[in-house]
């Protein structure tokens, strides 16, 4: 019975290891994500301005309605890779958070006798 017990209070001890583990990894995703929600912001802004700049600058309407076409497709490009570039980041972040729980887990299956 004693053992039985140990077993227990060293399954729960590896448990909140893991957890604190995987919530540690989940901070770190999530302050990658900030910082790239930070950087990209940043640089959006910074393109805003020059375009707005530039067409400012045209000549013609039709010049400015070319640079407006233009930005337009690059703004949606980048959108659209930043979008592609935060589902990674969240993926790494969810693998990660999730890696302190597949030893455990294992371990867990092995002693209950799961599928062989």
């Given at each position: 019975?004693?053992?039985?017990?140990?077993?227990?209070?060293?399954?729960?001890?590896?448990?909140?290891?893991?957890?604190?583990?995987?919530?540690?990894?989940?901070?770190?995703?999530?302050?990658?994500?900030?910082?790239?929600?930070?950087?990209?912001?940043?640089?959006?802004?910074?393109?805003?301005?020059?375009?707005?700049q530039e067409m400012m600058a045209a000549k013609s309407l039709?010049?400015?309605?070319?640079?407006?076409?233009?930005?337009?497709?690059?703004?949606?490009?980048?959108?659209?890779?930043?979008?592609?570039?935060?589902?990674?980041?969240?993926?790494?972040?969810?693998?990660?958070?999730?890696r302190p729980f597949e030893a455990q887990i294992a371990q867990?299956?092995?002693?209950?006798?799961?599928?062989?």
């Amino acid at each position: 019975m004693i053992k039985s017990f140990e077993d227990v209070q060293d399954y729960g001890k590896q448990g909140f290891e893991a957890w604190v583990a995987s919530a540690t990894a989940m901070t770190k995703g999530f302050q990658a994500v900030a910082a790239e929600t930070a950087e990209y912001s940043k640089k959006s802004f910074e393109k805003g301005t020059a375009a707005f700049q530039e067409m400012m600058a045209a000549k013609s309407l039709d010049g400015a309605l070319a640079v407006q076409q233009r930005v337009a497709q690059e703004t949606y490009k980048g959108f659209v890779d930043q979008m592609n570039k935060f589902n990674e980041l969240y993926a790494a972040a969810a693998k990660e958070a999730y890696r302190p729980f597949e030893a455990q887990i294992a371990q867990f299956t092995n002693r209950v006798g799961g599928p062989k």
